[in-house]
């Protein structure tokens, strides 16, 4: 983001973080996919390059915010196949993508090294960030949150007593996304668009 966008974001920042109740003794835990950025594969966002921006201005607001606090930043990730194939699924959904997979999955590749991501990401923010990969934690019981509180130290005897999530917004099927994309390539109406989508969608 800009400059301006970049203050926006900010203020926007503060004010959330002035929204929490947070005692010394306490600790918080921020999960939001947002502020790694766009999701590539939107017209001309091909990889996550907002994402060190953003982490520094949100470490920055979080330091200012709670001064002498440890913070860490966390990115959940994939392996580059599994993450090619759940970013196309999420953008067939939407109209702009017209593209097949095979062009869309060699145009985002270089987004896929994630470990090199990360460890640029802490180099910006100036603050440890870690790569939590979802094959490593999904399997847990509680999923790839266990991965956080780990980071946070939460004691297993508080984890025991807390239910599984079920999982949400869970990649479909590659046929099911190239039909989206068809339908995207046809120039129907929004209307007419998203009832296609919704149908083939059953919902």
């Not at 921020?30 to 994402?51: K, T, V």
């Amino acid at each position: 983001p800009g400059v301006v966008n970049r203050r926006l974001f900010r203020r926007a920042f503060d004010a959330w973080l002035g929204l929490v109740p947070l005692a010394e003794d306490q600790r918080l835990i921020l999960s939001c996919e947002d502020l790694a950025g766009h999701m590539p594969g939107h017209p001309g966002i091909d990889a996550y390059a907002m994402a060190g921006r953003l982490a520094s201005v949100s470490a920055r607001a979080a330091r200012e915010m709670w001064p002498g606090a440890e913070v860490w930043l966390a990115y959940g990730t994939r392996a580059p196949a599994e993450w090619l194939a759940s970013v196309y699924w999420q953008q067939a959904q939407h109209p702009h993508l017209t593209e097949d997979f095979a062009p869309f999955a060699e145009r985002l590749r270089p987004a896929c090294d994630f470990t090199a991501l990360v460890a640029q990401i802490g180099l910006e923010a100036d603050t440890p960030a870690i790569a939590m990969a979802l094959e490593r934690h999904g399997p847990r019981r509680l999923g790839p949150v266990e991965a956080l509180y780990d980071l946070i130290g939460l004691p297993e005897t508080l984890r025991d007593i807390l239910a599984p999530v079920p999982v949400a917004n869970a990649s479909g099927k590659a046929r099911i996304a190239r039909k989206l994309v068809a339908l995207n390539r046809q120039g129907l109406e929004p209307e007419a668009l998203t009832a296609a989508k919704r149908a083939l969608l059953g919902r």
